[in-house]
């Protein structure tokens, strides 16, 4: 037994070639500054990790249709019952306040403690001084992230453009990636630390 759930909208509907890439992250149909392509990705992650299905259901010129499955008594993944609580202050640069409020949020559910930033210079005017930095590719062309203390390790979120010449130190995380990706790799750089 389970809960089904059928969402459905009056949109241009869903068309073959974009079902296969639907639910990847900052993947979008939408114009540049009008979608950050997280939505449909973070509902996956969601349903998935409660052990549920989200299909999109058949092509039709009337708009897109999402069908959601849920288990009843549905509950946390594994890696949500057994969250670490460690001491590690982990900051987020990335100017889309949006994806850096679920980015944040991730890395909390995860155990860790954060900060968000809309940029490098107001990383830069805070007074904790964080044991990581994930920062977007956007932060790459301000100087505050690359110049902080060599101790502290940086985590690029970087798109394939990405100038990588000039990243320093810093680890690459390619996108797209899945929150559990970012969740695993900051785990390994603090390990290391």
Not at 23 to 49: C, M, N, R, Y
Not at 153 to 162: D, F, Q, V
Request: charged share 25%.
């Amino acid at each position: 037994m389970g809960i089904a759930v059928e969402v459905a909208d009056a949109g241009p509907g869903v068309s073959d070639e974009l079902r296969e890439r639907i639910f990847e992250p900052f993947f979008t149909t939408k114009a540049e500054g009008q979608g950050v392509g997280l939505g449909l990705s973070v509902s996956h992650g969601i349903i998935t990790d409660h052990g549920g299905v989200i299909e999109v259901g058949p092509p039709s010129p009337d708009g897109a249709t999402f069908l959601v499955w849920l288990p009843e008594g549905a509950a946390p993944s594994d890696r949500d019952r057994e969250t670490p609580q460690v001491d590690a202050l982990v900051a987020v640069v990335e100017p889309d306040a949006f994806v850096g409020a679920l980015i944040g949020s991730a890395l909390e559910r995860a155990g860790y403690r954060t900060l968000v930033a809309a940029s490098a210079s107001e990383l830069a005017s805070i007074d904790d001084v964080p044991d990581l930095v994930v920062f977007d590719e956007a932060g790459m062309h301000e100087s505050a992230p690359l110049s902080l203390d060599d101790s502290i390790p940086r985590i690029l979120l970087a798109g394939a453009e990405a100038d990588r010449s000039a990243l320093g130190s810093a680890i690459v995380l390619d996108k797209p990636f899945q929150m559990g990706e970012l969740i695993d790799r900051v785990g390994t750089v603090l390990a290391r630390e």
